[in-house]
């Protein structure tokens, strides 16, 4: 889900193109990569004289990074491989033209939020009998491979990742008296009461959160156990009335009244521009992505590392909220001739080497996997870099259904905590809003 990527950072998506992004919840083509328990052994395809195609979306692994694949790819199976940079622009398009073709690439780059529109309408190829063996002993990121993985089939496979944490000034912080980071939802709501009390102007926001901003919103639907929509043999179901997830959406409406201006109940985090108000000094603390981190900082140079910091953003719960993760899943074309070659590639793409030496230690991205973070941060990271891998321990993603797009699309989740944030009962607005979400997942 992202746009350049982010940017899941700020994502969300292709379809929200995100950045950083369904028939009926759907099951995808009917061919399968392997084909049943006596999947081929990825460490031992023969590839010499042949050539692996690889569409790489632009913003995403470095050429460093992909050499380093390809490298260990070609040393290991014989063959070579082309790798053909795409751009954003039509990408969904010509993807959907590709996999349909009889030429389509071998391996392709997708956004998370985006593999099971293309699995279902049998675009890729089911990867469920080579599970173990990519996962080569990782436990992949909820918010990557739950969207992967369609009717119980995994269709693509974790690749790297990018979320939101709390990005605060710590100088506006230490000024209200607030000098530890908050671990619970009580101690961040009496920090931010702290620095409400002592900044009175009316523009100033103690936490700046849109009402329009759906992923922030989510985050508290998801802390108190709710979702956005479940399926239950082959039929999806809006879920966003049932108990758990009205309890996330009164905090979230509690939170965002308490403490972000009246004026951003009805707008988004693009207008007025969210890395503005906080470079401008508005706000203390905003929820981002490590993309607008930078952007922030560019509008701003005072604003350095050692004045901005992150951390999760405690839920209610007891945990850290939920982050909802974009970043991008590798998938193998249904219609690819080297479907051995191609899932001998992504073995080595998502291995634990790879994805700490390159994907984090090169490209700076969160790793698709509890175990890769876990390693990065006994590595050693930056202060500003510790909120965004701690937050992503806990993730979720969009429904993996092939119309979701179109949820994003008609702006239903935009307009939808826009209006509970005005005030408008949650219970009436999630009836109405669920039962949208359930006729376009099942394609009525």
Not at 228 to 240: M, V
Not at 325 to 341: I, P, R, T
Not at 415 to 432: H, R, V, Y
Request: net charge negative; glycine share 12%; proline share 4%.
């Amino acid at each position: 889900m992202r746009s350049t990527r982010f940017a899941v950072l700020g994502v969300t998506g292709v379809a929200a193109a995100l950045v950083l992004a369904g028939c009926s919840g759907g099951s995808g083509g009917s061919g399968s990569a392997g084909g049943g328990s006596g999947a081929v052994d990825l460490s031992k395809v023969d590839g010499k004289g042949k050539t692996l195609t690889v569409w790489l979306m632009n913003g995403d692994l470095s050429d460093e990074t992909i050499k380093a694949v390809n490298d260990e790819f070609e040393k290991a199976t014989g063959a070579k491989v082309d790798v053909q940079m795409q751009q954003w622009d039509g990408i969904t398009t010509k993807l959907t033209t590709a996999l349909a073709g009889n030429s389509a690439p071998d391996v392709i780059d997708v956004g998370n939020t985006q593999v099971a529109s293309y699995a279902a309408t049998g675009g890729l190829a089911d990867l469920t009998a080579y599970r173990t063996q990519l996962e080569q002993g990782q436990k992949w990121l909820g918010g990557l491979v739950d969207p992967a993985t369609v009717d119980g089939k995994l269709y693509a496979v974790p690749s790297f990742a990018g979320d939101r944490a709390v990005v605060y000034n710590k100088k506006v912080w230490v000024d209200a008296g607030v000098t530890e980071v908050p671990k619970t939802y009580e101690e961040l709501t009496a920090a931010l009461d702290k620095i409400k009390a002592k900044n009175t102007a009316s523009d100033f926001s103690a936490f700046y959160l849109p009402g329009q901003f759906w992923y922030a919103g989510m985050q508290f639907v998801w802390d108190a156990g709710g979702e956005i929509a479940t399926a239950k043999g082959g039929t999806w179901s809006g879920g966003l009335s049932g108990g758990d997830a009205q309890k996330g959406l009164k905090a979230f409406t509690t939170f965002q009244n308490a403490y972000s201006t009246p004026a951003s109940i009805t707008v988004n985090t693009n207008a007025p521009d969210q890395d503005a108000i906080f470079a401008n000094g508005q706000t203390s603390a905003v929820l981002a992505t490590a993309a607008h981190v930078k952007k922030i900082q560019q509008a701003n140079p005072a604003l350095t590392d050692d004045v901005i910091g992150t951390f999760p953003f405690p839920g209610v719960s007891g945990k850290n909220q939920p982050v909802m993760l974009g970043g991008s899943d590798w998938g193998v074309a249904q219609k690819s001739k080297n479907q051995q070659l191609a899932l001998a590639w992504i073995k080595i793409a998502a291995s634990p080497s790879i994805q700490h030496d390159y994907v984090f230690g090169k490209d700076n991205w969160i790793p698709n996997s509890e175990d890769g973070i876990k390693k990065a941060q006994d590595a050693g990271l930056t202060p500003k870099q510790e909120g965004f891998f701690t937050a992503a321990l806990i993730s979720k993603a969009t429904p993996a259904a092939a119309d979701w797009t179109t949820i994003e699309g008609d702006k239903t989740m935009e307009e939808f905590f826009q209006s509970i944030a005005k005030g408008e009962d949650p219970a009436s607005a999630a009836k109405t809003v669920d039962a949208h979400i359930a006729s376009t997942l099942n394609g009525k």
